[in-house]
């Protein structure tokens, strides 16, 4: 499955990115879509992810601060992430947690870098 993954880029702690992802209609209606990271040296985890029916979950560490919608106009699931932390840097990826397309659809991520 191809994930259009845009967005990202540097900013300073306290600063705000938005991160967007393009699904096929049928991925975007019918599956959970979720934003991971993977900072240097550490395991990819999965950050945000938002059910067919907008239900919601976030990690711990950016709960309060980032969050999750979906434009179903344009079957664009969007994180938008406040109060950025230097912690916060790492490459994000748009996937389809605990589904059978979530090997093959591994893009490029999106660089996000926090720093003053």
């Known amino acids: 499955v191809q994930l259009v993954e845009s967005g990202g880029g540097l900013v300073q702690p306290g600063e705000s990115l938005r991160l967007s992802c393009l699904a096929p209609?049928?991925?975007?209606?019918?599956?959970?879509m979720g934003w991971y990271r993977q900072a240097p040296g550490k395991q990819r985890e999965l950050v945000a992810s938002v059910t067919s029916g907008g239900q919601t979950h976030y990690a711990d560490s950016v709960k309060g601060r980032f969050t999750l919608s979906k434009d179903y106009g344009k079957n664009t699931v969007y994180l938008q992430m406040n109060s950025l932390k230097p912690e916060d840097t790492a490459v994000y990826y748009c996937n389809i947690p605990d589904s059978v397309y979530e090997s093959d659809s591994w893009g490029q991520g999106r660089q996000v870098t926090v720093a003053s």
């Open positions: 209609g049928a991925i975007f209606k019918f599956y959970t």
